[in-house]
């Protein structure tokens, strides 16, 4: 199913390198959210978009940016790459409109920050 | 505040056994409920949910939960595990009741043993 594409799949850079995480989406959902997991601790909100011109800060958003570009586009971006950001990187869509409540989420983006 | 709390961070069973992935929520409204599972190099994929419909839910692969109101639990169970259930389990909730925002748990990784 490759409704949530993540590019790129992995990733190795720098220390103060600025990165920039894709996601596309086919399913026509209005809104798109960025996780980052991590070994224990599960998923956590970094970044939400309900459409193109309404993004909201999740939990933990500090050292981070989003762009919506489009209804099926959310980019994350780390302004300036730090250790502690290496993590495993999900965008994942829900359209609440609908009632159903689900979140799609896509193959996600493995960071390592060097 | 919404909160989940999966008992255990490991589960080991054999082949064809019963598995039981145990889950316990808090919430000070009625909640949405949710299982994901995450099977290695792959992004989350909704097992379940409960809505306030009926109390037990049935899912993908076999699995289902019942939602316990009297013990805030939600625990996920398999009369009998396959080997392509070795994957990490996580339990959701929904954060609010007006708002499609999640809070994971920390995840319960399951191995089958042959």
């Known amino acids: 199913d490759a409704d949530v594409t993540q590019t790129p799949r992995n990733r190795i850079t720098k220390t103060g390198k600025r990165i920039m995480l894709e996601c596309s989406q086919t399913k026509g959902h209005d809104r798109m959210y960025w996780y980052r997991q991590d070994p224990g601790l599960g998923l956590r909100l970094i970044y939400y978009s309900f459409d193109v011109k309404d993004i909201n800060k999740g939990e933990i958003s500090d050292g981070y940016s989003v762009s919506r570009q489009a209804q099926a586009k959310f980019s994350l971006s780390l302004e300036s790459a730090i250790p502690n950001q290496t993590a495993l990187y999900f965008c994942a869509t829900s359209d609440l409109g609908t009632k159903q409540e689900t979140q799609y989420f896509g193959p996600g983006t493995r960071l390592l920050v060097l | 505040a919404q909160s989940v709390t999966q008992l255990d961070s490991h589960v080991s069973v054999s082949e064809g056994t019963p598995v039981l992935l145990r889950c316990n929520y808090s919430?000070?409204?009625?909640?949405?409920l949710f299982w994901y599972v995450q099977h290695p190099n792959k992004g989350l994929q909704l097992l379940l949910k409960?809505?306030?419909?009926?109390?037990l839910v049935k899912g993908i692969n076999g699995f289902e939960a019942e939602f316990k109101k009297s013990e805030t639990s939600f625990h996920l169970t398999k009369p009998s595990a396959h080997m392509s259930d070795a994957a990490e389990y996580f339990c959701?909730?929904?954060?609010?009741?007006?708002?499609?925002?999640?809070?994971f748990g920390t995840g319960t990784r399951l191995q089958v043993f042959p």
């Open positions: 959701v909730v929904r954060k609010s009741y007006n708002t499609d925002k999640l809070i």
């Open positions: 409960y809505t306030s419909a009926a109390t």
């Open positions: 919430s000070s409204y009625s909640p949405s």
